[in-house]
């Protein structure tokens, strides 16, 4: 799948994964180990407590979700736009690609696709050493409707695969979970994180 179209399909699973009741998301959801495998590489994403897995969601291998947390007098819709995401989606290299050459790629096609796409810190296109392995990322909102996201897109390279690993939710809960985020990040490059309470 060309990256275009791959990116604007995990932006589009992302909205609607995020639009899922509850009930929907967690209904195909079996959560039988705490590190799962990321096909085609040598890589795995741990499972954070109480979250559920999605596998085979259109646009990623699979998609994390954590609980929805119910708040008194909170519309459930809110509470479910709140509740943090993690997309994992791949792509072969091909001859000639760069993993920094195809994170550009895709850093114009989200300026292109969302509406008031806007970069929160300067791009990095070239290697962000996190947990012992080299990423590219890119930290950004947009808008759909009257809703604000936050996303971080990081991307890094396996046996010739390209992984894309997306963390979403609202920006207004955005950076309570950030931690969480990358945590999980960090401990894909194989380097236990420990997380403060």
């Known amino acids: 799948m060309p990256v275009r179209s791959h ?12 639009a899922l009741p509850p009930a929907a998301s967690a209904a195909s959801n079996a959560v039988v180990d705490r590190t799962l495998p990321i096909a085609g590489t040598d890589l795995s994403i741990p ?20 609980p929805v947390a119910s708040e008194p007098g909170v ?9 943090p995401s993690i997309a994992v989606a791949t792509r072969a290299i091909s001859a000639g690609e760069t993993q920094a050459g195809l994170v550009y790629d895709g850093y ?8 008031r796409f806007h970069p929160l810190d300067d791009c990095n296109f070239g290697s ?9 990322r890119i930290h950004y909102t947009f808008e759909v409707g009257q ?22 939710c609202d920006q207004e809960h955005y ?12 401990a894909m490059g194989g380097i236990q994180p420990v997380l403060a309470p």
């Open 108 to 115: 114009k096609d989200l300026d292109r696709l969302l509406t």
């Open 147 to 168: 809703i604000a996201w936050e996303q971080e897109l990081f991307v890094t390279a396996s046996n010739r695969t390209l992984v894309y690993i997306t963390c979403s």
């Open 128 to 136: 962000l050493m996190i947990g012992g392995r080299a990423w590219q």
């Open 47 to 66: 499972l954070p407590s109480e979250w559920t897995v999605s596998r085979a969601v259109d646009g990623a291998s699979m998609v994390l979700r954590a």
């Open 7 to 18: 990116l604007a399909a995990l932006i589009t699973l992302l909205l609607v994964v995020a």
């Open 175 to 186: 950076a309570a979970h950030r931690g969480e985020f990358l945590a999980a990040i960090t």
């Open 75 to 83: 519309d459930p819709g809110a509470s479910d736009r709140a509740r």
